[in-house]
């Protein structure tokens, strides 16, 4: 009796480390199973030069997965080198950003400048150290003369378009735009055909980021619902689009999640996640500068 009761009782205290066991082992696994890719934008290039092994630790801590960082020339080679192959070696992504309002349209001297030493740097490193492709930030509708001229500015913006769609693709690399979330009540109708101007973006580049800028999910003019017609022609076109939000101070405070806490963004981004599993590619978080501060 005394070797029986001896062994139901070993019996009893393995079962329980073995339930401890796959406790730990299963909360691992779906802590890890989140697919939801995170990217944000880095705007100071120059903190890759002054500060690089922060600025890496602070993206890996952030869990970010793809970082769209500003092209500057007065960053050397060697350091985005460095900075690329420090991330990718982690599973991180670092895109080319670059792009502004006048871009193709009286300002080439720029855009000219960016695409020649994005060529000549690609072609100089190993692919361990190559930009994972080209970001835009172009925003033509900041332009003085959007209003007045706006059918004029939206035919040079897709002619810009179509010719960095032609430039990436020569280099077998990618091409992705943000886009404010009401491109699709803007139609065109010129050389390139008829059509909303958010529909024909998603078309021709091979990623979007919507700015759904709010800071709340659900509701009438929420991230979701903002967002929710963009998805759809992604899904059309089987094109990845990934949903942005904000964490700058802005003038109207729906805008962004600069008041609320990091509970507050994180319960809001899950309903995103939640609502359009499987059918986004991640969230942006726009900025890395204005997130550094939120976890300072």
């Not at 062994?7 to 205290?13: M, N, P």
């Not at 922060?54 to 997965?65: D, F, G, P, Q, Y």
């Amino acid at each position: 009796m005394v070797f029986i009761s001896s062994l139901k009782s070993k019996i009893i205290i393995l079962s329980v480390v073995l339930t401890i066991f796959l406790i730990i082992v299963l909360g691992k696994w779906l802590i890890n199973s989140d697919t939801t890719s995170y990217s944000t934008w880095l705007w100071d290039t120059s903190v890759i030069e002054t500060d690089m092994e922060h600025t890496v630790e602070s993206i890996l801590n952030m869990n970010i997965h793809s970082v769209y960082l500003q092209y500057s020339s007065k960053v050397s080679n060697e350091t985005y080198r460095n900075f690329i192959s420090s991330l990718q070696k982690e599973g991180v992504a670092v895109y080319a950003l670059d792009g502004a309002p006048d871009w193709g349209i009286t300002d080439h001297e720029s855009k000219d400048q960016f695409l020649d030493w994005f060529h000549n740097y690609q072609a100089d490193v190993p692919s361990r150290e190559q930009f994972k492709g080209i970001h835009l930030d172009i925003e033509p509708y900041l332009l003085e003369n959007w209003e007045t001229n706006q059918e004029e500015i939206i035919c040079q913006f897709q002619t810009l378009l179509l010719q960095l769609k032609h430039f990436t693709e020569n280099r077998n690399t990618s091409l992705g735009i943000d886009i404010p979330f009401w491109f699709d009540e803007i139609t065109f109708d010129n050389k390139y055909g008829q059509g909303y101007l958010s529909q024909w973006l998603i078309q021709n580049t091979d990623e979007t980021v919507v700015m759904a800028y709010r800071n709340f999910a659900e509701g009438k003019n929420g991230i979701i619902d903002l967002s929710s017609q963009e998805v759809d022609w992604a899904e059309q076109e089987n094109k990845k689009i990934t949903i942005a939000v904000e964490t700058e101070k802005t003038p109207e405070q729906h805008v962004s999640f600069y008041s609320e806490n990091k509970h507050t963004l994180a319960s809001e981004i899950k309903l995103v996640q939640e609502h359009y599993k499987g059918r986004i590619a991640g969230i942006a978080i726009h900025s890395f500068e204005s997130l550094k501060k939120r976890s300072q």
